[in-house]
């Protein structure tokens, strides 16, 4: 998950059947991960890192022990809702 583009997981340090999934939005493996991993992934959506790091950030509240409570909406002027015929 580093962003950078010269950045190359050290495929010697991978056991055999291991699962990569690179989560950057550079290519952090190289050509020869596929022969030790069961598993590649080379990358995947923005949604899925936006949830990732949402999920990070509930596990140090937690951690921390400070509250969880999910933000309140708020209504934008502008919006679809605003938009949508009565």
Do not use: M, W
């Amino acid at each position: 998950g580093v962003p950078g583009e010269k950045f190359k997981f050290p495929t010697h340090l991978l056991r055999d059947g291991a699962v990569c999934i690179n989560f950057s939005s550079e290519k952090n493996f190289g050509p020869d991960v596929k022969e030790k991993a069961s598993i590649y992934v080379p990358a995947i959506g923005k949604v899925t890192i936006v949830v990732l790091l949402r999920n990070l950030l509930r596990i140090v509240q937690n951690r921390n022990g400070l509250p969880t409570e999910p933000a309140a909406a708020v209504e934008k002027p502008g919006s679809v809702e605003e938009a949508a015929p009565s």
